[in-house]
């Protein structure tokens, strides 16, 4: 008995889809990023030797850590006061829906420079503040100028206005909830607290996160404003520093801009493990971390010499 003949599709060889434009594109793409590394380090305009001598300059750090001062604050406050404004906007109470909408829309609308530089010229307006009976009489008053120095007035501006980023951030992400998580929860007998803390927000922060790490990004970049109310940040570093060394300012302008992208790529990261923590409800396999994916990488190579 002959064998049967065998089927033209199993014996016809696997020929991978070719991908031409693909080649291009990165073809091109990697041309245009050696002509960019090429024109930053040979362009003598850059002098980099001078941003190696500013760098780590003594006055550059402090600049630097008033900086991640007034953003950290800034931060902690704004979020907390946005995460009031998100409830007050979720409440069933019309009062409390009326005051947060107003409150998201008057400084959402208002720019972070002109908020700044009111609150800078806001002891003209009140030379003092006081403690009492509104149109009675009044307890206890304050001098405005010893309640608000630079560094008050440049975190009350910041918070001011993050919050109401922030409560829309969080009312968002509230609101991505599905409804019948609620209902469940309610089924099972949970309180609304618990409801909120075991159900709600976990699932809410995956929303909340990626958008809110974005309003800390520029939040860090809108601290720069703060130099505007008189407040040496980095940003106002470097600009006295370019007053004072007009032959350096390009290099000094470096140096702002790396330490920010440096403290915005740690940011970045930071968010990273966080959206991938948050994320292990709503995937069933968590993607590797990217050093998982290099020593995965590096292990496989090894392997394949071994038995090559």
């Known amino acids: 008995m002959a064998p049967p003949e065998p089927d033209p599709l199993v ?9 031409p434009w693909r080649w291009v594109a990165t073809v091109v793409v990697a041309v245009l990023t050696a002509q960019v590394v090429n024109g930053l380090v040979t362009n ?51 009062l409390l829906q009326a005051v947060s909408w107003t409150y998201i829309w008057l400084f959402r609308s208002i720019p972070l ?27 206890t008053s304050f001098a ?5 120095g630079y560094t008050v007035i440049a975190v009350i501006g910041l918070s001011l206005n993050e919050a109401a980023y922030a409560a829309e951030v969080v009312r968002a992400g509230i609101a991505s909830v599905d409804q019948g998580q609620h209902e469940a929860a309610t089924a099972l007998g949970l309180s609304r607290t618990r409801q909120f803390r075991r159900i709600v927000l976990p699932q809410a922060l995956r929303t909340i996160v990626p958008a809110y790490v974005n309003q800390l990004i520029g939040l860090i970049k809108a601290s720069s404003l703060v130099f ?19 032959g350096d ?17 740690i940011l970045s990261v930071v968010q990273y493990y966080v959206e ?9 396999t968590v993607p590797p971390t990217p050093w998982q994916k290099l020593r995965r990488g590096v292990t496989n190579l090894v392997v394949n010499r071994r038995f090559s």
């Open 11 to 19: 014996t016809q060889p696997v020929v991978q889809l070719r991908h």
């Open 44 to 94: 003598p305009f850059f002098q980099w030797d001078r941003f190696a001598h500013w760098f780590a300059q003594a006055s550059i750090l402090d600049g630097l850590l008033l900086t991640l001062q007034v953003t950290a604050y800034s931060a902690v406050l704004g979020l907390a006061g946005g995460i009031v404004l998100a409830l007050m906007r979720l409440s069933p109470n019309p």
């Open 113 to 139: 420079i002109v908020l700044l530089i009111f609150l800078f010229n806001f002891s003209a307006l009140y030379p003092e503040l006081g403690l009492g009976i509104p149109f009675g009489p009044v307890f």
């Open 144 to 148: 405005t100028t010893d309640l608000l």
């Open 228 to 246: 505007y109310v008189s407040l040496l940040d980095l940003f106002g570093v470097v600009q006295s520093m370019s007053s004072t060394f007009p």
């Open 249 to 265: 300012i390009v290099p000094l302008l470096l140096v702002a801009t790396v330490w920010y992208v440096i403290l915005t790529s």
């Open 276 to 284: 991938r923590y948050y994320a292990r409800g709503a995937l069933r």
